[in-house]
């Protein structure tokens, strides 16, 4: 599954589009696709740095881990 790819791709730590395309062999478009799937079901986020789109898994808080299932 493409999908399953992209979220291994950054199990690794942050990663731009391109290293995910690289790393996946995943279509640029396909992979901002489904980045921004992710980052609307909060399982990924962005960040900037040095000028570059980086995106990473998103840190689980127990917050809102506690309150996930009301």
């Known amino acids: ?3 399953a790819k992209v979220l291994k791709a950054l ?3 942050p990663r731009t ?3 995910i395309v690289k790393e996946t062999g ?3 478009m396909e992979v901002r696709r489904y ?3 992710f980052m609307e079901q909060g399982k ?3 960040f ?3 000028g570059k789109l980086f995106w990473k898994l998103k840190e689980k808080n127990e917050l809102e881990e506690e309150f996930k299932y009301l």
């Open 44 to 46: 990924v986020e962005s």
């Open 26 to 28: 995943i279509r640029d």
């Open 48 to 50: 900037q740095k040095d």
């Open 17 to 19: 589009v391109e290293e």
């Open 11 to 13: 199990e690794n730590g």
């Open 1 to 3: 599954m493409k999908s």
């Open 35 to 37: 980045l921004l799937r």
